[in-house]
């Protein structure tokens, strides 16, 4: 099997755009379902309602891979899996490093999908000197100074950053100065790499803050339904929810009436 330093993924170089990239390993989550359940072929409007995406999109994904289906029939599942699967890169062995051994940076440790979506957690790298040799996930902890070793030794080109945010520069700088080429980013910071490093971003606390704000204007809705048009603003406009409008620190943020800021 080849590791990951000797290919990289073809999608680029095919000219497939990036919304594109980001559909795929949805498409491929939904038909490894079906694999499993012994689900020979599958039509688009079917794939599409598993993956979340509408059939003309997903449609028009799959042109870029080459694969239209057959009319009347669909797409031949374990075809689709396999064929995703070598343009996502994942018919290859990645060794990943994961740098940060908290509560978080251990739990990706023991996170069971990166051995079968074809991601090898090759190493644990911690500062902390108390934490060296220490199994997690049956993996032994080692120091940060070893860091530049590691990546050499196991041809590392993926690294996983899940250190506090005043530290994740300093760690992404060492990963891409040692030949890391591609970050996934837990930090609740924003990184500066430069051309030809590709980062991704993983903010839990930005996505909960999305979803207050979606809860907030919902509960806006309702009041302003059950009150009336006549109960807002001049216009019509849906009264702020209670606990907004009394100013609570716990629902007022620096900017207005929106939730508080979540500490990273």
């Known amino acids: ?13 095919r000219g497939i755009p ?16 079906l694999s499993e359940r012994s689900v020979p072929t599958v ?18 994904d799959f042109s870029y891979l080459g694969s239209y289906g057959t009319r009347g029939v669909g797409y031949d599942v374990e075809y689709l899996v396999y064929q995703i699967s070598r343009e996502l890169g994942l018919t290859q062995d990645w060794p990943v490093v994961i740098v940060g051994i908290g509560n978080l940076g251990a739990a990706l440790a023991g996170y069971g999908g990166f051995a079968s979506r074809g991601f090898r957690v090759a190493a644990l790298i911690d500062a902390d000197p108390a934490m060296t040799g220490k199994p997690v996930a049956g993996i032994p902890v080692q120091h940060s100074d070893d860091l530049e070793k590691i990546i050499d ?4 080109s993926i690294g996983v950053i899940a250190t506090p945010a005043g530290v994740a520069q300093q760690v992404c700088d060492r990963l891409v100065a040692a030949g890391v ?12 790499v430069p051309d030809g490093v590709d980062v ?3 903010d839990l606390s930005i996505e909960l803050q999305i979803l207050a704000f979606h809860e907030q204007r919902k509960a806006g809705e309702e009041a302003g339904a059950e009150n009336g ?18 100013g609570s620190s716990s629902r ?13």
Request: charge should be positive; proline fraction near 10%; avoid cysteine.
């Open 153 to 156: 030794e196991d041809g590392v």
């Open 43 to 60: 039509s688009s409007e079917e794939l599409a309602a598993a993956a979340g995406v509408n059939s003309a999109k997903l449609r028009k």
């Open 229 to 246: 048009p006549e109960t807002g603003t001049e216009t019509g406009a849906p009264t702020a929810p209670p606990a907004a409008r009394t």
């Open 18 to 33: 990036e919304a594109t990239v980001a559909r795929l390993p949805l498409y491929l989550r939904a038909l490894t379902a």
């Open 1 to 13: 099997m080849a590791t990951g330093r000797t290919h990289r993924p073809a999608t680029r170089s």
């Open 181 to 192: 080429t591609s970050i996934l980013n837990f930090a609740p910071t924003v990184l500066s």
């Open 200 to 202: 991704r971003k993983v």
């Open 252 to 264: 007022k943020g620096p900017d207005g009436d929106v939730p508080a800021v979540m500490p990273a």
